[in-house]
């Protein structure tokens, strides 16, 4: 249960510029989960990773467009993600999507309509991406707040295809020069999460919150300061650790 919420994103705003302190530890007021992964997670790209410890790291510092955020501790309440809102054509071939204002990416770069396409175009010209929207074949922006997604058919389904964790919105500053034919570039905190990379070596990964989370000022967490992930490639150490 616990690492289908952690797949699920960060305890799902304002930016304030703030830095990550370290918590008490008292629920709701920070702290640091320490969680034990099986392998190194390798390249920390949403769309390329395919183990589950990859998977599991990505989906805290990138988003899907579409989602459907709870607050902490069983909070009943919904908040759409970056979409605000996904709607289709009567023949479902057309999928327009109103997006969140005022977001950033962890790296300070705007999220807008520009920002989706050149995610669009890098799932377009990738095998990944492709084999996730096999019928979308044109995206485009009529005003910065708008998206709208041309299928080769109806899909009535294409806004949970849209939501998948390996279409997490990546910052297109770190896209290569032509945009969806190239994987990340050097750095990870290019994402728009509850959580950024602070620090990695070869035995462990640190996340903080990311205090510029648009979430965290519509009460939507995260609970915690800090997600530490340990590479612990042994069940038997993975046991002693969690009983210790």
Do not use: H, K
Not at 95 to 101: D, G, K, S, T
Not at 167 to 181: A, D, F, K, N, T
Not at 219 to 242: C, M, S, T, Y
């Amino acid at each position: 249960m616990v690492a289908l919420a952690l797949l699920a994103g960060g305890c799902s705003g304002d930016d304030d510029g703030a830095q990550a302190t370290a918590g008490t530890g008292v629920p709701g007021e920070g702290g640091t989960l320490v969680w034990a992964l099986d392998r190194d997670p390798g390249e920390l790209d949403p769309l390329l990773t395919r183990s589950s410890a990859g998977q599991i790291v990505c989906r805290q510092i990138y988003e899907p467009l579409v989602e459907q955020v709870a607050g902490p501790f069983d909070d009943a309440s919904r908040t759409p993600g970056l979409a605000l809102s996904a709607r289709p054509s009567r023949d479902r071939t057309i999928w327009r999507l109103r997006l969140r204002p005022g977001v950033r990416f962890q790296d300070g770069t705007p999220f807008n309509a520009s920002a989706v396409l050149a995610n669009a175009e890098r799932w377009r010209s990738t095998v990944p991406g492709l084999s996730l929207l096999p019928q979308l074949f044109e995206v485009d922006a009529p005003r910065p707040d708008l998206v709208r997604f041309f299928l080769t058919g109806p899909d009535p389904r294409f806004d949970r295809r849209l939501g998948s964790p390996r279409l997490g919105i990546v910052s297109p500053r770190v896209l290569g020069p032509r945009g969806g034919e190239a994987a990340l570039a050097s750095g990870v905190n290019t994402g728009t999460g509850a959580f950024e990379l602070r620090e990695r070596d070869r035995s462990r990964l640190l996340l903080a919150r990311n205090t510029s989370w648009w979430g965290s000022g519509r009460d939507l967490g995260p609970a915690l300061d800090q997600v530490e992930f340990q590479i612990v490639p042994d069940g038997a150490d993975r046991v002693e650790l969690l009983r210790a």
